[in-house]
């Protein structure tokens, strides 16, 4: 089974859990106090995100919530430790941030696109729950999925590199993300937009740093912002999903 039946499951078996916690949280009657740690959070997290909806409008959330989401996964994920070991290898430092600025671009729009065709697969109810989902195996890719290790002849060859980052940025936690957000916010050129920009930025800044890149405090890093995108998960999970458009 792939990895969006997966989800696609997921979204449909806790669809009434969503439906269950909307309904906690708009009864008026009941006090925050009362609610689980847990549920107090969410519900405090969903009142600030209601507020910067209202100041900025949905499209600040899409492109916020894609730009955030991403720049994470990609921060603590394998893609920036390659383009660190290329340009440690003698490759032209701007030929590779002109490289990795074309791959996100084009890598974060083909995944918006792929977007329009799991939107008709889910109801209204069950995207919140997809996107939950997808911030979830982001989290644990994050985790437990480190990089490999640096080849003892690695190519210099732009255009090979080029093909395994482009696959690496749209099948990867990152690719998931900007699905999940465009299906659930209806804005994908948005969510595209803030997801090129973070994977522009992370990799260009690895680009950049060179080796120093790898002496990053890669396990911290990895842990701290796994588990940032499954508390993410969880909030969203608890939120009703019109927040999040």
């Known amino acids: 089974m792939g990895t969006f039946q997966l989800l696609l499951l997921a979204a449909g078996r806790m669809e009434r859990g969503r439906q269950a916690a909307?309904?906690?949280?708009t009864h008026r009657s009941l006090p925050t106090r009362s609610l689980p740690t847990s549920r107090k959070l969410a519900a405090r997290s969903l009142r600030y995100l209601k507020a910067i909806n209202c100041c900025y409008g949905?499209?600040?959330t899409a492109f916020f919530l894609s730009f955030l989401g991403v720049g994470l996964a990609m921060l603590a994920g394998r893609e920036?430790?390659?383009v660190s070991r290329i340009a440690g290898a003698g490759a032209s430092e701007g030929s590779l941030i002109a490289m990795v600025a074309v791959i996100a671009i084009a890598?974060?729009?083909l995944a918006a696109l792929l977007a329009g065709e799991f939107?008709?697969?889910l109801s209204s109810h069950q995207q919140s729950w997809f996107v939950a989902a997808a911030l979830v195996l982001a989290g644990l890719e994050v985790i437990f999925l480190d990089a490999p290790k640096a080849p003892s002849e690695p190519t210099r060859s732009l255009g090979a590199v080029g093909i395994v980052l482009f696959a690496g940025v749209l099948a990867d936690a990152s690719g998931l993300l900007i699905i999940s957000l465009s299906i659930a916010t209806g804005a994908p050129g948005l969510v595209a937009g803030g997801g090129a920009l973070a994977v522009a930025g992370v990799l260009g800044a690895a680009a950049m740093a060179g080796p120093a890149w790898e002496k990053l405090p890669r396990l911290p890093m990895r842990w701290t912002i796994g588990i940032i995108l499954l508390a993410s998960a969880l909030i969203i999970a608890f939120s009703p999903p019109e927040v999040l458009t």
């Open 22 to 25: 909307n309904r906690l949280f």
């Open 107 to 109: 890598a974060c729009a």
């Open 119 to 121: 939107a008709q697969l």
């Open 58 to 60: 949905g499209a600040m």
């Open 80 to 82: 920036g430790v390659r």
